[in-house]
């Protein structure tokens, strides 16, 4: 969840039923043109194929947004559909 303080708060559910939560800063960028959601502090729980990058923990990263049918989505990779939406 962004809150308009500027700050951001990520629950995740790991494969193995666990859960972790993470709270940091965010901010938007512009970046190549379109704007992005920098989020700092940042782990993910989306596998990573080759040749992208694994996001290690604590990662400053920049995710796009997008509105699907009236709700946000944070997306980490359009090409394999991953992204955050708040549940």
Excluded: C
């Amino acid at each position: 969840m962004l809150h308009s303080s500027g700050i951001y708060t990520l629950r995740v559910r790991r494969a193995d039923g666990s859960e972790k939560s993470i709270t940091d800063k965010w901010k938007f960028e512009p970046y190549g043109g379109n704007p992005k959601i920098v989020l700092y502090n940042f782990e993910t729980n989306f596998e990573r194929p080759f040749p992208l990058p694994k996001i290690e923990k604590g990662a400053i990263v920049l995710l796009s947004a997008q509105s699907n049918l009236g709700r946000m989505r944070l997306y980490v990779n359009y090409d394999l559909n991953q992204y955050y939406e708040r549940q």
